[in-house]
Structures are given as C-alpha cells and as structure tokens.
C-alpha cells in the first residue's frame, strides 16, 4: 500500500534522474505558479500592443441581425 510522502522522490534510469514524484498539493501549487507566470507574460505582451478603437456605430451596423420578413 502506497504510504503518504510530504516529499517529492526523484526517479533515476540508469544512474540518470528520468521523473520525479510530487505530492498532490505541491504539484497543483507549481502550475497554479506557471498560470500566473503565463498570465503576467500576457498582460505585458497586452501593455505594448497599440490599441485601436473604432465608433460604436460601425459595430452595430456590423452586428445587427438580419432583419425578418
């Protein structure tokens, strides 16, 4: 029966460390720091890009629904 290990375990293949163990919790925590990682990555990359805006009434003529007959 596995036991429970607070511990991440490290597991080699000839002498070569090939994967390693992680609790649940530590491994939940290390992508939830990735996710962030990401999302600031894209907020900075939103930052520099120029904006550009166009009038709320191109859009609507746009989007309008085809009228019904």
Same mark, same amino acid.
């Given at each position: #029966?596995?036991?429970? !290990?607070?511990? &991440?375990?490290? %597991?080699? @293949? *000839? *002498?070569?460390? #090939? !994967? %390693? %163990? $992680?609790? $649940?919790?530590?491994?939940? +925590?290390? %992508?939830?720091?990735?996710?962030? &990682?990401?999302?600031? &990555? /894209? #907020?900075?990359?939103? +930052?520099?890009?120029? $904006? !550009?805006? @166009?009038?709320?009434?191109?859009? $609507? /003529?746009?989007?309008?629904? &085809? !009228?019904?007959?």
């Amino acid at each position: #029966m596995p036991t429970k !290990s607070s511990k &991440a375990e490290l %597991i080699t @293949r *000839g *002498g070569k460390p #090939m !994967s %390693i %163990i $992680l609790p $649940l919790r530590e491994y939940e +925590r290390l %992508i939830e720091r990735l996710e962030d &990682a990401e999302n600031r &990555a /894209a #907020m900075r990359e939103a +930052r520099q890009r120029k $904006l !550009s805006f @166009r009038p709320f009434s191109a859009y $609507l /003529a746009e989007n309008r629904p &085809a !009228s019904r007959v």
